[in-house]
Structures are given as C-alpha cells and as structure tokens.
C-alpha cells in the first residue's frame, strides 16, 4: 500500500478550478517530483496533503490518516508530514536555535533543555552549528532555508512537504539547500517536491509528475520522463524549458 495517496482531488477557489482530478500515490522513501507551468496547482495540492487547505472532493490518505475536517486528526498529520515553502517564514524575533526548538517544546512537550540539545544537532546537520543563536535577518537566504529546513526535520515527520524551496535564493546559494534534500533523500525521507529546477529533479527524483491544469498529466521515472514524453502536452512544457535553456 502507498504511504501518500491521493484519489480524484478537486479543489477550487471561487470560480477557479485548481485541483481537477489529482491523483498520484507515493510509497515511503520515494522522492516525487512535481513539475508544471506556474498555477498548475503543485502549492495548492501540497498544502491540501498537511491539511493547510481543505478540498472538495475526493481522498487523501497519508499512512493511516485519511485528511479530513477532523482537527485532531490534523495535529497528527502535521506533525508526520512536514512542509517547508519557498519564502523560509521563519519567526523574525527568534533566534535559528529557537526558531528549530518552538514545535518540539510546544507541540510535542520536549523540556526546553532537550529541544535546544536536539535543535543545535539538526542545526549542526544542516551546516550552520555557529549560527544558532543569530536571528533570521542576519542569515543569508541559503540559510534561512536551511534553519526552515532542520526546523520542519525537529518535528521528527516521515515525510516532507518541499515547495519550491529555492525559487527566492540566488543562484549561488541553491545549491547549498539542494545538497540537505540530496542527504536526505539518501536517508530514505520520502518527499514530495514542487521544483523548477529540472536538473534537480531528474537527480534526485525517483518520479516525475507532470502536473498541468489541476491534474497529473503524466508521470514515470525521470529518466523516461524527460527523454522521451509520451503526451504531446509534457512535450510542449519541456521544450518551452529547453528553449528558456532551463534544461
Ligand atoms: N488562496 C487562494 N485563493 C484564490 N486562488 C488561489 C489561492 N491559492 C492559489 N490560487 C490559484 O490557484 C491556482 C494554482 O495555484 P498554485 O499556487 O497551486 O500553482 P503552482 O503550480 O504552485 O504555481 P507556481 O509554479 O507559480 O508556484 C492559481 O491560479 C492561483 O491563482
Ligand atoms: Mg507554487
């Protein structure tokens, strides 16, 4: 049985239809990759998956939780699966140590000894071990995503949410972010990933999704996928993108 599934998901804002029919079905340790043109509906359906947004029809299961209404069931699916956006949304008056350490102490009642003991090793992990007591405002955009990053890991999840994760860095700092996603996919973290960067996810994925007008218009390996597209509309989208020389 896939870990994360998602049946026929639609979702609609006003009079806009985002999500048409998603369904895609990820096992644990895969690393799925959704690619499309801008307002495809990715952010949406990952912000659907941790219950961030509610749907209007169809099912999303994540392990044994189906997403639903029910808030406590909510907690537990946040606290599993882990998302982490584009814009870090790092809180500007703490410091990265307790930016890590707030979900432990909070949500999962660690004593604030053992959460600052547990956030400094992720913060260690992530490569800024002498930044912890710097505030987000003193950290470069790479490193923003990476305190954003160890602090999604200290919730301890079994899978995570990426969105678009260096669409706001500049160029030099992406690789930096990507090389922390390279590691855990390594580990096994299953993932689902909103990404422009092709190269990326042709690396690091082990499926492709290629999402367009609210559904998954085609999926497989990354390989297949960007080789040799079936649909004559993930052909068009790729080779707009070789085009734009972002392949
Ligand atoms: N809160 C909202 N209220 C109204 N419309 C929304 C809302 N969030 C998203 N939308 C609309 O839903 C559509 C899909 O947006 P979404 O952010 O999911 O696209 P995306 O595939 O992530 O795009 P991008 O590649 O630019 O990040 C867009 O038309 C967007 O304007
Ligand atoms: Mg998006």
Do not use: W
């Not at 079994?158 to 590691?183: K, Q, Y």
């Amino acid at each position: 049985m896939s870990y994360i599934s998602i049946q026929n998901v639609h979702k609609r804002y006003n009079a806009t239809n985002v999500l048409r029919g998603f369904t895609m079905d990820v096992d644990r340790h895969e690393v799925a990759c959704l690619i499309g043109p801008s307002g495809c509906g990715k952010s949406t359906m990952l912000r659907c998956i941790n219950g961030l947004e509610s749907i209007d029809a169809g099912d999303i299961r994540v392990g044994n939780i189906t997403v639903s209404e029910d808030l406590a069931d909510t907690d537990t699916l946040r606290r599993r699966v882990g998302i982490v956006f584009q814009q870090f949304n790092l809180f500007p008056h703490m410091t990265a140590l307790e930016n890590v350490s707030l979900g432990p102490r909070q949500v999962l009642k660690i004593p604030s000894k053992e959460a600052e003991a547990q956030a400094f090793t992720l913060l260690e992990r992530v490569g800024l071990a002498d930044k912890a007591r710097r505030y987000p405002d003193a950290l470069s955009g790479g490193q923003q995503q990476r305190v954003a990053i160890a602090r999604a890991l200290a919730m301890k999840p079994e899978a995570l949410l990426l969105d678009e994760i260096t669409s706001a860095l500049d160029p030099e700092l992406v690789g930096e972010v990507l090389n922390i996603v390279r590691e855990l996919a390594r580990e096994g973290m299953t993932m689902i990933l909103a990404t422009h960067e092709m190269a990326f996810a042709r690396e690091v994925a082990t499926r492709i999704c290629f999402v367009s007008d609210g559904v998954v218009h085609e999926s497989g390996e990354p390989h297949r996928l960007f080789n040799n597209p079936e649909k004559p509309k993930t052909r068009a989208f790729l080779k707009r993108l070789t085009d734009a020389r972002r392949i």
